[in-house]
């Protein structure tokens, strides 16, 4: 009988050397803390691995997470090349290596006699991981530069793929992707318990519920099912720390982030008929609030639960040469599909590009927003036909 998905997925972890857990660029709390519940559990079974979180700062890891597992922003080199030389007949006598100009530059000295061309070779080694496991990625394209940098090594190895979303084009070999789940640290959680119930300690527990909580908004999304509760109910009995996870999410926020909230709100504009919510910022906003870049998405995440008439939120990031574009939006409506014209990448839920055409801020953020406002114009004429 062949065996299920999540059958075939312990298969593989079981049978791989090093493993490579990531997700998507511009990575959700519940990918991240999916991540770890994954990296906690490869851990106890000491199995090696690293995990990568595109353009992540670890620093920035909140304190509710459990510990023990480090997050990457970047892969590194995923495979090593060799350089064999024939000293049957003609033995080594020395080797020396330099760097110059970018280039290594090795010196060989033969005991006697000498070598000819024939007799070096250099071919590639090894990939460094074996299996990749992703969660909350729609697609390979999502992986950011992993993908554009690295896509043959993706397309040789063996991909678990680990996702919710009714987007995710199941593209790797074994996908476990769960249309019924509010969110990927419940479907990691599926896994782990129909793998082995023991894995699932305190600190798994923690990572998971904490995906959860972050996904759903503390259980207030439309989309929570009994059966999310009754699995978020699960894993407090075994151990996760609920109290902790809500005061770091939803009242534990920095003065600087509330400063740059501050400056934010006040500058919002808002389209009623398209649903269109859009703010300027300024690298001055960051440098006179104190706070870090991370802090616009729990800016962002408050005006879609605060403001249902918010469909899609716009943030323009005003930098020295160049204009950054970050859109949100909710279902059914697609932030990857509105920069596409852009030539803009991401996921369904948020997305960005870069806008270099105009010298003036104001006027390059009124020809976007008249374009996306067009564009959804015309969804919502598609729609109510």
Same mark, same amino acid.
């Given at each position: 009988?062949?065996?299920?998905?999540?059958?075939?997925?312990?298969?593989?972890?079981?049978?791989?050397?090093?493993?490579?857990?990531?997700?998507?660029?511009?990575?959700?709390?519940?990918?991240?803390?999916?991540?770890?519940?994954?990296?906690?559990?490869?851990?106890?079974?000491?199995?090696?691995?690293?995990?990568?979180?595109?353009?992540?700062?670890?620093?920035?890891?909140?304190?509710?997470?459990?510990?023990? /597992?480090?997050?990457?922003?970047? /892969?590194?080199?995923?495979?090593?090349?060799?350089?064999?030389?024939?000293?049957?007949?003609?033995?080594?006598?020395?080797?020396?290596?330099?760097?110059?100009?970018?280039?290594?530059?090795?010196?060989?000295?033969?005991?006697?006699?000498?070598?000819?061309?024939?007799?070096?070779?250099?071919?590639?080694?090894?990939?460094?991981?074996?299996? /990749?496991?992703?969660?909350?990625?729609?697609?390979?394209?999502?992986?950011?530069?992993?993908?554009?940098?690295?896509?043959?090594?993706?397309?040789?190895?063996?991909?678990?793929?680990?996702?919710? +979303?009714?987007?995710?084009?199941?593209?790797?070999?074994?996908?476990?992707?769960?249309?019924?789940?509010?969110?990927?640290?419940?479907?990691?959680?599926?896994?782990?318990?129909?793998?082995?119930?023991?894995? /699932?300690?305190?600190?798994? +527990?923690?990572?998971?519920?904490?995906?959860?909580?972050?996904?759903?908004?503390?259980?207030?999304?439309?989309?929570?099912?009994?059966?999310?509760?009754?699995?978020?109910?699960?894993?407090?009995?075994?151990?996760?720390?609920?109290?902790?996870?809500?005061?770091?999410?939803?009242?534990?926020?920095?003065?600087?982030?509330?400063?740059?909230?501050?400056?934010?709100?006040?500058?919002?504009?808002?389209?009623?008929?398209?649903?269109?919510?859009?703010?300027?910022?300024?690298?001055?906003?960051?440098?006179e609030s104190g706070a870090r870049p991370e802090a616009l998405e729990g800016v962002v995440d408050e005006l879609i639960a605060y403001a249902p008439s918010a469909k899609v939120v716009v943030l323009f990031q005003q930098k020295t040469d160049e204009l950054l574009v970050h859109v949100h939006a909710q279902?059914?409506?697609?932030?990857?599909?509105?920069?596409?014209?852009?030539?803009?990448?991401?996921?369904?839920?948020?997305?960005?590009?870069?806008?270099?055409?105009?010298?003036?801020?104001?006027?390059?953020?009124?020809?976007?927003?008249?374009?996306?406002?067009?564009?959804?114009?015309?969804?919502?004429?598609?729609?109510?036909?």
């Amino acid at each position: 009988m062949a065996l299920l998905p999540h059958e075939q997925a312990v298969e593989l972890i079981g049978r791989s050397k090093n493993i490579l857990l990531t997700t998507r660029e511009h990575a959700s709390m519940d990918a991240i803390a999916s991540l770890i519940a994954m990296g906690l559990v490869l851990k106890k079974l000491n199995k090696t691995f690293d995990v990568t979180v595109p353009g992540y700062d670890a620093k920035e890891l909140p304190s509710f997470l459990p510990t023990g /597992v480090e997050i990457r922003s970047t /892969v590194g080199a995923m495979r090593s090349f060799h350089l064999s030389i024939d000293v049957a007949k003609t033995p080594l006598s020395e080797l020396m290596y330099d760097v110059k100009d970018g280039k290594l530059d090795i010196t060989i000295v033969p005991k006697h006699g000498e070598w000819a061309e024939t007799d070096v070779k250099l071919r590639a080694g090894s990939d460094r991981y074996d299996l /990749v496991i992703a969660v909350d990625a729609p697609d390979m394209a999502s992986l950011g530069a992993l993908f554009r940098d690295k896509a043959d090594f993706l397309y040789r190895t063996t991909v678990i793929n680990i996702d919710c +979303a009714s987007t995710n084009e199941s593209w790797g070999q074994v996908n476990l992707v769960d249309l019924n789940a509010v969110a990927t640290s419940e479907v990691v959680y599926g896994f782990l318990s129909r793998w082995n119930k023991q894995h /699932v300690d305190a600190e798994v +527990a923690t990572a998971v519920l904490a995906g959860m909580i972050s996904r759903t908004r503390s259980f207030r999304s439309s989309n929570v099912t009994p059966k999310t509760l009754h699995l978020a109910s699960e894993l407090v009995t075994l151990g996760a720390r609920r109290g902790d996870i809500v005061q770091g999410l939803w009242r534990n926020q920095s003065i600087p982030t509330l400063k740059l909230w501050g400056r934010i709100l006040s500058r919002l504009e808002q389209d009623v008929a398209s649903g269109l919510v859009s703010a300027i910022i300024s690298d001055s906003d960051f440098i006179e609030s104190g706070a870090r870049p991370e802090a616009l998405e729990g800016v962002v995440d408050e005006l879609i639960a605060y403001a249902p008439s918010a469909k899609v939120v716009v943030l323009f990031q005003q930098k020295t040469d160049e204009l950054l574009v970050h859109v949100h939006a909710q279902a059914p409506l697609s932030a990857v599909e509105l920069v596409r014209p852009f030539g803009g990448t991401g996921t369904r839920e948020r997305a960005h590009f870069t806008y270099k055409e105009a010298q003036d801020v104001h006027e390059a953020k009124g020809k976007i927003i008249a374009s996306l406002s067009a564009f959804l114009g015309s969804l919502t004429k598609g729609f109510v036909k």
